[in-house]
């Protein structure tokens, strides 16, 4: 597993990536993906990534949407589903536009 904390080293991660793909011919996964942009991720796929683990970018999309939905509250009749649906939508927004980030948008 490849992992990049810092903005130097996420750079020196490419070469090391495209090393392990010329020597493996393997699909690789990417684990913790939080704060690389989306410039990266493409590179990153180009250089052999095939799945992106984003866990973290969807719960984040979730606790804004849940402090969104609390501070602009309408008395309603069930206000836990509303909550649940803006979670619902802020994680499907979330995960549309990566997939157009990753390439993957239109292929399920």
């Given at each position: 597993?490849?992992?990049?904390s810092?903005?130097?080293s996420?750079s020196?991660i490419?070469?090391?990536?495209?090393?392990?793909?010329?020597?493996t011919?393997?699909?690789?996964?990417?684990?913790g993906?939080?704060?690389?942009s989306?410039?990266?991720?493409?590179?990153?796929?180009?250089?052999?990534?095939?799945?992106?683990?984003?866990?973290?970018?969807m719960?984040q999309?979730?606790?804004?949407?849940?402090?969104?939905?609390?501070?602009?509250?309408q008395?309603?009749?069930?206000e836990?589903?509303?909550?649940?649906?803006?979670?619902?939508?802020?994680?499907?927004?979330?995960?549309?536009?990566?997939?157009?980030?990753?390439g993957?948008?239109?292929?399920?």
């Amino acid at each position: 597993m490849l992992t990049a904390s810092t903005r130097a080293s996420r750079s020196s991660i490419f070469p090391r990536l495209d090393a392990i793909r010329q020597q493996t011919g393997l699909p690789l996964v990417l684990h913790g993906g939080s704060g690389i942009s989306d410039a990266d991720f493409r590179r990153a796929i180009e250089l052999g990534i095939h799945k992106i683990n984003f866990y973290t970018g969807m719960s984040q999309a979730a606790l804004a949407a849940v402090e969104q939905r609390m501070a602009n509250r309408q008395p309603l009749y069930d206000e836990f589903a509303e909550l649940l649906l803006g979670i619902e939508e802020a994680i499907t927004d979330t995960v549309a536009a990566q997939m157009r980030t990753f390439g993957s948008a239109g292929y399920a």
